[in-house]
């Protein structure tokens, strides 16, 4: 277990750039199992969550090198493997996506059922749905999922634009010769940069109202740029925001227009550029009222970040989650730090208080480590955020980027 200490009181200046999105290298690198060629990845994340997914393409048959401190190498290496060590998925969710690509090129795969960060019930009923339609004969096996059968094109509609249905539906669509529609798909950027990656390995994909891909048995080799993390960088933004400074963030800002709207609304001023957004905030915000939702609506990574910042906003706030309901759980540390908020069902009522107290939090996932981080740059006294290795799952170093902010964070082993 790791602790960081924050000193609070503090503004931020300084300029960042954020490395490469998790949840577009994730789906990313499982797509490399499509192809037996090599695949050069750039700007892949030093994350906890990416050591465990190249674990994976290990285990299942594939030579991975690293040549570079952001830069992967991926080749075949004998003949790939149609079952995935249950440790491995139980760690992350994101692991279940290797279930349609090894479907697609051998035919059958099993894959256990899924574990990662704990916001509620999390099911997979949507992939195997999508799954089923385009030919995969699905039974349930101790604790896991058996796949089998010759996949073929189809239309598909899904009842909720998941973003890890339509990245199962978009690896499993691109080893198909024929064409597969996916209606009501989800179309957050790292979608889309899978989309444009499988694009890179042959595959075409139109990407409009629906999604069509035309797949290829044979995928070819390509060599291909992550995109920055909105998340990351929403965050930074928000710590920004929330402890007043000015601060020069290196991102895509089309992929963070809702949040740039709400810290605009919140009172912060934002200079867009192509890619860079530069923040100004005087840390005296305006409260609101926000809702998340499937891209592009307001991303619910960034909720938890967002009710620290509303924490200390001049009125009573209202946020709504809508994506997982779950998603409050971090609430009660806050409140250790005088936050003033009530949960009920997916609604969150935030009265702003004038400061938050320095206190000893509990990160319980990735996302609420980095709201109680922010809120600690904005309390009175020192702050300490206990983490079990959330944060590093999404963070390749929180504190080493917002020292180059100018703040003083540091961590230290706690036994
Ligand atoms: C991905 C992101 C996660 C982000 C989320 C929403 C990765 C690795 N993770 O998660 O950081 O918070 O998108 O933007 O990319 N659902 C079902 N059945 C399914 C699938 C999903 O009911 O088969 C529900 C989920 O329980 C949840 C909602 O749909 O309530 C959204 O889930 P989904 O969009 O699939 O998120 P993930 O892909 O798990």
Redesign the pocket.
Known sequence: MRQLIIRGGQRLSGALEVEGAK?AA?PILCATILTDAEVILRNVPHLQDVVTIVELLKALGKRVEQPERNVYRITAQGRLRAEVPAELVRRM??SFLVLGPLLARLGEARVSLPGGCVLG???????LKGLAQIGAEIGLVQGGVEARGRLHGAEIYLD?P????TEQLLLAAAAIPERTVIRNP?F?P?VEDLAHFLEAMGARITWGREIEVHGAERLHGADYRIIPDRINAGTYMIGVALAGGRARIGCRPAHLEALLRKLRECGARIEEEENAISIESSGELQPLELETGPYPGF???LQPQMTALLSVARGTSIVRER??PDRFAYVPQLVRMGAQIRVSDSTAIIKGVAHLEGAAVQATDIRAGAALVLAGLAAQAETVVLDEGHLARGYSDIARDLRALGTKIRWEDQD
């Open positions: 949840n994730l969710r994101a019930p999390r099911p997979v009923d949507l992939h909720y998941s973003v890890g249905a989800a957050e790292e991303p619910t990574d994506v997982f």
